[in-house]
């Protein structure tokens, strides 16, 4: 059973970069049968795609977010990553990262982790 | 706004069934048989229950099914117990671009 484990900063300042890490365990970041990627819910609202990343390094992006946006994936350290450049309070929120195969069957969550953003 | 339109809540007794939609456009719930539905519970992890459109995956109760008509899909919960209560979320394949689209979520409240 794959299990995967967000890592990084709760607290960041406006125009900082957000950069979480998510370790994957129980199975191969390498396989590829599936898409690496983050979901985040900000407060009272609902789930929002931000990106993925492919076993080969091809990525894919919230157009909404696209040019701050980074997902990248490091195969032999079995984990991938995320960026998000000049963050503002829109984007204080849980993050979650997930396996989805089939395209959009996110069949495997981390417990998610609260980034804030906050002067 | 979300780019796949959910009802904000609904409800319903112990025992019986209800029926959740979600509406999309040609861009997304219409062209292609990737729909998944997931159930999250507050302070946890979303659950997948349903993928392309009807399946589920293995160990989810029989009590979901998914469906599809059109633009829109559909999830049903029969025999509701007071555990199915809590946020369920549909999503799509929309191409390449922009790929991967959410509902704005339903609130299952178990009366």
């Known amino acids: 059973q794959v299990q995967l484990q967000e890592s990084g900063p709760g607290l960041l300042k406006p125009s900082e970069t957000l950069s979480l890490a998510c370790s994957v365990s129980g199975g191969s970041a390498s396989s590829s049968n599936y898409y690496w990627g983050w979901v985040r819910q900000s407060p009272g609202r609902g789930l929002e795609w931000v990106g993925s990343?492919?076993?080969?390094?091809?990525?894919q992006y919230n157009p909404s977010l696209k040019s701050r946006v980074t997902v990248s994936i490091t195969t032999s350290k079995n984990q991938f990553s995320l960026k998000l450049s000049s963050v503002t309070a829109a984007d204080t929120a849980v993050y979650y990262c997930?396996?989805?195969?089939?395209?959009?069957?996110?069949?495997?969550w981390g417990r998610g982790t609260l980034v804030s953003v906050s002067s | 706004q979300s780019a796949l339109t959910q009802p904000a809540s609904v409800s319903g007794s112990p025992g019986q069934s209800i029926t959740i939609s979600c509406a999309g456009t040609?861009?997304?719930?219409?062209?292609?048989?990737?729909v998944s539905w997931y159930q999250h519970h507050p302070g946890k992890a979303p659950k997948l229950i349903i993928f392309e459109v009807t399946k589920r995956p293995s160990g989810v109760s029989s009590r979901f099914s998914g469906s599809k008509s059109g633009n829109s899909a559909s999830l049903t919960i029969s025999g509701l117990q007071a555990e199915d209560e809590a946020t369920y979320y549909c999503c799509s394949y929309a191409g390449l671009v922009p790929f991967a689209v959410f509902g704005g979520g339903t609130q299952l409240t178990v009366l």
């Open positions: 990343v492919y076993y080969n390094g091809d990525t």
């Open positions: 997930a396996r989805h195969g089939g395209a959009v069957d996110f069949d495997s």
């Open positions: 040609t861009s997304d719930v219409g062209t292609y048989n990737l």
